[in-house]
């Protein structure tokens, strides 16, 4: 743990998202956290332990503080020292996805791992470890890239789930749902977020287009929505029900 690849070291976390960590209210990073946080109130037990897997600085958990206990873990010491700082009644873990032992089985209520299985070399352990720490009729929320987005084939090696070089683990929809029922998880709800990466068209400005493209996935994310389907998206988003 204490040799982090330089990708995850304090550097990653001043890049792509995470460059809004001034938080500018309502930064794309703003909404996106609390869309995730209104998904988990919505869909997920109304009490209990809240568990964030690859957490970074902490924001989406501190958006749950009011109802549930919750907790964080990441590799980067560095950002849990900034999570700590920015949500005061978290539980944070210098802690491998892979490798949660620590925390014992059933433990909680929701876990949610928001693109974190991409970066992992072996997703299918994490994903295994995330059922076994959730207790039987606790909701998982999982999100990563779409391999079948439309806009993958367009943007080519420009596309937002190749652009990020930790990415080591994509995969198709259906795969990464083999993995959820094979590990004890029933998917509820499979959805996407929208096409949110312009530019698509060269013709088009870019701001017009975050416009014409960001319409349904920005509606969404403010309503807390799950309505847009995985061809119109850029994520595959699925909550499950652990068995």
């Known amino acids: 743990m204490s040799n982090l690849p330089h990708t995850y070291d304090e550097k990653y976390f001043k890049t792509g998202p995470y460059a809004d960590v001034s938080f500018a209210r309502y930064s794309q990073y703003w909404w996106s956290n609390r869309y995730y946080a209104l998904l988990a109130r919505q869909y997920g037990p109304r009490q209990g332990r809240v568990l964030e897997v690859g957490c970074g600085l902490g924001h989406l958990v501190g958006w749950l503080t009011d109802r549930y206990q919750v907790f964080g873990t990441d590799i980067n010491a560095s950002a849990l020292v900034q999570a700590r700082s920015n949500v005061p009644r978290g539980h ?8 949660l032992r620590p925390f014992l089985d059933g ?3 929701i876990v949610i791992a928001k693109h974190i299985v991409e970066h992992l070399p072996n997703p299918e352990r994490a994903i295994m ?4 720490i959730l207790a039987p009729g606790g909701l998982l929320l999982m999100a990563t890239p779409n391999l079948d987005s439309p806009m993958r084939a367009r943007k080519k090696e420009q596309w937002i789930g190749y652009k990020d070089p930790t990415h080591i683990s994509l ?3 259906q795969e990464w749902l ?3 029922q094979k590990n004890g998880f029933r998917p509820r709800k499979v959805f996407s977020d929208g096409f949110w990466d312009a530019p698509y068209i060269p013709i088009l400005s870019v701001r017009l ?4 493209f960001g319409v349904p996935g920005g509606l969404q994310a403010i309503l807390g929505w799950s309505i847009i389907p995985l061809c119109m998206g850029e994520s595959l988003i699925v909550l499950a029900d652990k068995l």
């Open 92 to 99: 944070f873990v210098l802690m491998s996805a892979e490798d």
């Open 178 to 180: 083999g993995y959820l």
């Open 171 to 173: 995969k198709h929809p």
């Open 209 to 212: 287009q975050k416009l014409l």
């Open 129 to 132: 470890e995330m059922s076994r």
């Open 107 to 109: 433990l909680f209520q």
